[in-house]
């Protein structure tokens, strides 16, 4: 059985267990939630919920496991959710002051509560490649979400795919994007490589097919 690890620091890391748990290909997965390095040796893959990625950084590091971390996005398959989807990139704008610390992993830079203070929490029908049942569109649940903002150019081994992206017009007036439909922001899942990044929030739906994506992709597809 692959372990499968979701990183319990902070933030809504029991909600993605009950998701796995509901895959039907669950019992070839063991799911841990992963507080120590010793948690994480264990692991195959790994999930980092959404939350507060300063607060989970600082947890992070407190806890030794900002460098083990590290070590693991270069070799396994990661995915991150909103928070873990900013700790996941390689740049961050609108960071805390002083700079905040960040594992990498996906080529891009993203910027933290993108979408502005009025539009702080929304949701939007989102069309997805790769789903199951593709034709049934997917509820992203958007709270204080990071907006991609640039995908840097990846080598040709990894190139970055994407999942999913907001219909133009489901974006704030202030992005302006009418006629700019496939800008890096309206892009809300990013696959590169063994990686995998949601700007929203599978886990709050009972609609588990980003999580039965990233574990038949990323995850059991390598075995
Ligand atoms: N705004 C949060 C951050 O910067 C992310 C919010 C979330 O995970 N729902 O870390």
Redesign the pocket.
Known sequence: RKVIGILALQ?AFAEHRTALEKLSCHRRLEVILVKTIEDLSRCDALIIP?????TIALLARISGLLDPLRQFVKVKPVWGT??GA?LLSQVVENGKKGGQELLGGMDITIA??GWGSQLESFEAELDVQGLNDPKRPFKGIF????VVLKLHQSSEDHPIQVIAQLASELLPPSFDSSDHSDEPKNFVALRQGLHFLTTF?PELTDDNRFHDYFVRECVLGRS
């Open positions: 933030g959404g939350g507060e990625s300063t909103c928070a900013i933290r509560n709270i204080r979400a990071p929030h």
